[in-house]
């Protein structure tokens, strides 16, 4: 028959297979703890206290994984439409050249409500731009978008090193980046919300980009799932032959899904620089456009799961901090090792499992129980 | 009593909750030749692959040659002497006749008597059993007939005793399927074992010595054929009475909607696929076009729908031309009464990981009955989907399913309502029915009539003959990319056959 194996449950799909692969990731992280001579519960209470014991930890926790939303709902865009979209680092930190462009001339004239828009249409815009380039040769002359977005990411980081330590930097100064940012460009922070709770924070830098992540998270479930763009970007994602007889333009469908993808990818610059730096530094993406690929391939390229999925990943940058910092055997490298293994189970190896699972539903299966029991009835 | 050369007891095997296999007993007499027949998804497929090797049972046991034996994988099955020749051919294309032979059966690192013991072998085999083929030709220069020789001549060189052909005739002209069947006849006079899976009645009549009948994954009924008739079968494979001929009345052709001059048509290797082929479509008529697969039908059918580009001449819609640059709308095409229910309904025709009402859209997505502004109109596309569920008898009946969890027979009516309730002046349709039911293949051709009926022009191409035959009030038979001759819907099977087989007219008059 076509199906081989039972078809899950939602929840099991959703929850049970992604736990599986965390609980995993985690004993195998584990054993690395005890490798090294530590006490690995120690170090997951320390882990998960430090994300979300304190205040501040929470704060840091959701600032991080409203980076990784914008990263993680570009991969996805991209992904809806059939295209592995590898540039999301190269398009978020040409989208902090966009903010740069705006908040250097206006940041001491215009209030923050005047400037944080126009930064979100730069930021957009500058990695829409870094997007289009790819689609259009991926269009227009078959080169692959996998080949060419990590150029472009390159690309990326030398147009910005140039910049950084030339035009951009104020004169005189030994820094690769920009001045810092006054008045305008300092977003209001979001720490009040979790004081609310109770909970005191001394300083986090979680900010109002974290609510333009959730509203991004839920335009991009109505783009793809009630439009008829994101019908036309599904088609030709599942089947570029049923697109064509569709009478769907390929050229059409895949520029404008990378611009959406690279502009998601710009928007990503806003947290850290609008939120927290209050500047363009060098390497300030530090990573987060290809964490993006874990978050959207963990979070099953739905918006809910994405958002979920970075918040994971927030929780182990911050909890991560905190591990190496309270633990001097579990180094930086350790913690990114750890994250690794989130990546590989969760992402890589996300369908490891599956077959077992569904042969032990199947055997469980409800229906076929029923079928037992009816066909015991007619003997 | 002859011995049983295999033995099926109590089989069972699920799918999650579809029990694809329930209680199979069956035996196979040694030196005959046994068919099994169904419709798709009767579970015969997967009765072979678990005697095969590629699944296990889930209970049951299988005997072969009276001992117990357990089959876990396929060389398991062919240390028992049990061959098989896939429907899809497992060969590999830029390989010789031998290589392909000794493939999986190569013993030394220079294969050099690897080799020499095949050849000697294979020229054994075909002595015995009049199976030739040059043992140094490279298969994908072979035609489809010899490729699936050397299919056979594989499993025999193996050693196998029992040989299990899974739909053997599908892509053979019946003269090289009447070849085939030659050969079985001698496999069987040398006292091999043959296991026939098919869904045409007709080639059961033909050669098997005794035929099992599968519905929905159980074994209704075995019988010896020379006591059974094509009627009864049919009945026992759907459970039912069926018409195997559709009836219509005469046709009322008018105007000319679709006319196709000189088309030549290239694929993307630049082999001529479709060569000065003209012909004039009718409304209220059906046009069949046969012809073995691969014989430029494909390239004709997407060429008239805009999907590719064409080479050279021209095809008038209503008489206005179409682009034939492959730059077409395919959209614009539908807009000018153009439907098409495309060949591939799996890659082409239908997106199976969307929902059913989804694909209900497909092409006319852009229409705005399914549209709020840029938004869908999700409650406009579910009660549109509704609908056309209703009157085409989908099943189930949910628009919401995804549509990989339709039958094939279902998947193909999504399709062809979707198409035919845009109310096109023309449908091109191509397979109709291939994968289909058989209760589906007589409500999608009374469907097909109907439209003729109201007027319109349809095309339908088919490798099926007995469906170009029912359908067709005009048949044109494509050989190698050109029209080899158009006849009336009385011609004969070898007529038709004869044609098909690319035999010149003047041959086949004789």
Avoid at chain 1, 155 to 164: D, F, G, K, P, Q
Avoid at chain 1, 253 to 260: D, E, K
Avoid at chain 2, 242 to 268: F, H, I, W, Y
Wanted: aromatic share 6%; proline share 4%; glycine share 10%.
């Amino acid at each position: 028959m076509s199906t081989p194996y039972a078809k899950l449950p939602a929840w099991a799909d959703y929850g049970l297979i992604p736990l599986i692969n965390l609980s995993v990731a985690f004993i195998v992280a584990g054993l690395v703890v005890v490798l090294v001579g530590e006490n690995p519960f120690r170090a997951a209470v320390i882990l998960v206290e430090g994300a979300f014991g304190k205040g501040t930890g929470i704060a840091f926790t959701l600032f991080y994984a409203t980076t990784f939303i914008f990263t993680g709902l570009s991969v996805a865009v991209a992904a809806h439409c059939g295209l592995f979209n590898i540039g999301s680092e190269g398009q978020a930190y040409i989208g902090g050249l966009g903010i740069a462009l705006v908040c250097l001339p206006l940041d001491s004239i215009l209030p923050w409500w005047v400037l944080f828009p126009l930064a979100i249409v730069a930021s957009a815009a500058f990695g829409a731009l870094w997007g289009f380039i790819p689609a259009y040769l991926q269009a227009k002359r078959g080169s692959h978008i996998v080949i060419t977005t990590i150029m472009f990411n390159f690309i990326a980081a030398s147009v910005m090193v140039y910049l950084l330590v030339g035009l951009l930097k104020p004169a005189g100064s030994q820094a690769p980046q920009t001045r810092n940012f006054v008045g305008g460009a300092e977003l209001p922070k979001l720490n009040w919300v979790i004081e609310l709770f109770g909970a005191k924070i001394r300083s986090a830098p979680l900010n109002i980009c974290f609510l333009l992540a959730l509203l991004m998270a839920f335009l991009v479930w109505l783009l793809i799932w009630r439009t008829r763009l994101g019908y036309e970007m599904r088609t030709y994602g599942h089947s570029p032959k049923a697109a064509r007889y569709a009478g769907i333009s390929e050229t059409r469908i895949i520029i404008t899904a990378m611009m959406i993808s690279g502009a998601l990818a710009g928007m990503m610059a806003l947290n850290p620089v609008m939120g927290d730096q209050h500047n363009v530094a060098i390497d300030f993406v530090s990573g987060a456009g290809f964490v993006g690929i874990a978050v959207a391939l963990m979070g099953r390229l739905h918006p809910i799961g994405i958002v979920l999925a970075a918040i994971l990943f927030g929780m182990l940058y911050q909890g991560g901090a905190e591990l190496s910092f309270e633990m001097p055997a579990i180094t930086r490298d350790m913690i990114v090792i750890i994250q690794g293994l989130v990546i590989l189970f969760a992402g890589a190896l996300e369908h490891m499992f599956r077959p077992y699972i569904q042969a032990i539903f199947a055997s469980f299966s409800p229906k076929s129980v029923g079928m037992e029991a009816v066909k015991g009835k007619g003997a | 009593m002859a011995q049983a050369a295999i033995e099926l007891i109590g089989i069972n095997k699920s799918f999650g909750a579809v029990r694809a296999n329930r209680d199979i007993n069956l035996e196979i007499t040694r030196g005959t030749i046994h068919g099994i027949v169904g419709e798709n998804g009767a579970g015969k497929s997967t009765l072979m692959s678990i005697l095969y090797g590629f699944y296990q049972a889930d209970s049951g046991e299988i005997r072969v040659g009276g001992k117990p034996a357990s089959i876990h994988t396929s060389n398991d099955a062919i240390a028992l002497g049990i061959g098989m020749v896939h429907q899809h051919f497992m060969l590999v294309d830029n390989f010789t006749v031998l290589e392909n032979v000794i493939l999986g059966a190569e013993n030394d690192a220079l294969l050099k008597s690897s080799i020499a013991k095949a050849r000697s072998e294979l020229e054994r085999l075909e002595r015995e059993y009049g199976l030739e083929v040059d043992p140094d030709a490279v298969i994908e220069e072979l035609p489809v007939g010899l490729q699936q020789r050397v299919e056979i001549l594989k499993a025999l060189y193996r050693g196998a005793e029992i040989l299990i052909l899974d739909e053997p005739t599908g892509v053979l002209t019946p003269a090289e399927a009447d070849h085939l069947f030659r050969i079985l006849k001698q496999l069987k006079d040398q006292g091999k074992t043959i296991v026939l899976i098919t869904h045409k009645l007709r080639e059961i009549m033909a050669i098997t010595d005794t035929v099992s009948v599968m519905r929905q994954g159980t074994m209704v009924a075995t019988r010896v054929t020379k006591e059974t008739t094509v009627g009864e079968l049919a009945e026992l494979m759907v459970g039912r009475r069926v018409l195997l001929r559709v009836e219509k009345g005469e046709s009322e052709s008018g105007a000319v909607k679709l006319s196709v001059k000189n088309l030549t048509v290239k694929d993307s290797r630049g082999v001529t696929m479709v060569d000065d082929v003209s012909f004039d479509l009718r409304g209220g008529e059906i046009v069949g076009i046969a012809g073995v697969a691969g014989n430029g039908q494909s390239e004709l059918l997407e060429a008239i729908s805009g999907i590719r580009h064409a080479v050279s001449g021209e095809v008038m819609l209503d008489g206005k031309p179409i682009d034939l640059t492959g730059k077409a709308d395919p959209g614009e095409l539908r807009d000018r009464g153009l439907a098409h229910v495309p060949e591939d309904r799996h890659h082409v025709g239908l997106v199976l990981a969307f929902e059913e009402n989804e694909n209900s859209i497909l092409g006319y997505h852009d229409d705005e009955r399914y549209l709020k502004g840029p938004f869908l109109n999700v409650e406009a596309i579910v009660s549109d989907a509704k609908d056309k569920i209703a009157k085409y008898d989908i099943r189930p009946a949910n628009p919401r399913l995804k549509t990989a969890n339709f039958s094939g027979g279902n998947q193909q009516k999504i399709v062809l309502a979707r198409e035919m309730e845009q109310d096109p002046g023309v449908l091109i349709v191509g397979q109709p029915t291939r994968g289909v039911d058989v209760g589906a293949i007589e409500f999608i051709h009374k469907r097909l009539i109907a439209m003729r009926d109201q007027g319109k022009a349809v095309l339908v191409v088919s490798v099926e003959l007995d469906e170009i035959r029912s359908l067709s009030d005009r048949i044109l038979v494509m050989f190698a990319g050109r029209i080899v001759g158009e006849r009336g819907p009385d011609a004969t099977e070898g007529e038709l056959g004869l044609l098909m087989a690319g035999v010149e007219q003047q041959e086949a008059a004789e």
